[in-house]
């Protein structure tokens, strides 16, 4: 067999493969995740100041709340794996749109950014947009804390 003929079929076989991946839901690997958009909004925030609201909406709602914006390669196999997978293992962690608990949300927002884990990097790649400056985080904790209450570190 030539090369030619060799990269053809590999090439085939790939594409073929893709197009295979696209017909597996993301509920059938783990149904826990399986991709059926977004859920209806429990919970209407009213958020300190406009600003803050502006912050937590670009860098944490589309995996916190159930407003996620769900961009075209979130429906090609298999990333659309992974953010399905994100999107609710954030929306399990916490919640904008279905909050259960406001105690320590603010110590535990700040404590995520201060360790930079939050937005997460892979997420950060395709949204640069959700990358904030210090002063947007302290903006953004001082807003929660005003909003949710909590302690003021006074």
């Known amino acids: 067999m030539n090369k030619r003929r060799a990269a ?6 790939l594409i073929a493969g893709f197009v295979l991946l696209q017909i597996i839901p993301t509920g059938s690997i783990n149904p826990d995740f399986a991709f059926a958009g977004n859920p209806p909004v429990v919970t209407n925030v009213q958020w300190d100041s406009p ?3 502006a912050i937590v909406r670009r860098a944490c709602y589309d995996c916190h709340s159930n407003e996620t914006r769900w961009p075209w390669y ?4 298999p990333v659309s794996w992974l953010v399905s997978y994100d999107v ?3 929306r399990d962690e916490m919640n904008f749109s ?3 608990r406001t105690g320590d949300l603010a110590e535990d927002i700040e ?3 201060e ?4 937005p997460l990097p892979m997420y950060l790649l395709m949204h640069p947009e959700a990358r904030l400056s210090s002063a947007e985080k302290e903006t953004l904790v001082e807003g929660v804390r005003n909003t949710f209450g909590g302690d003021h570190g006074d």
Request: hydrophobic share 45%; net charge negative.
């Open 8 to 13: 053809v079929i590999i090439f085939s076989v």
């Open 51 to 53: 600003q803050t609201e």
């Open 74 to 77: 979130s429906w090609i196999a």
């Open 88 to 90: 609710h293992g954030g």
């Open 98 to 100: 279905d909050l259960g």
């Open 111 to 113: 404590e995520v950014l």
């Open 115 to 118: 360790k930079g884990e939050m």
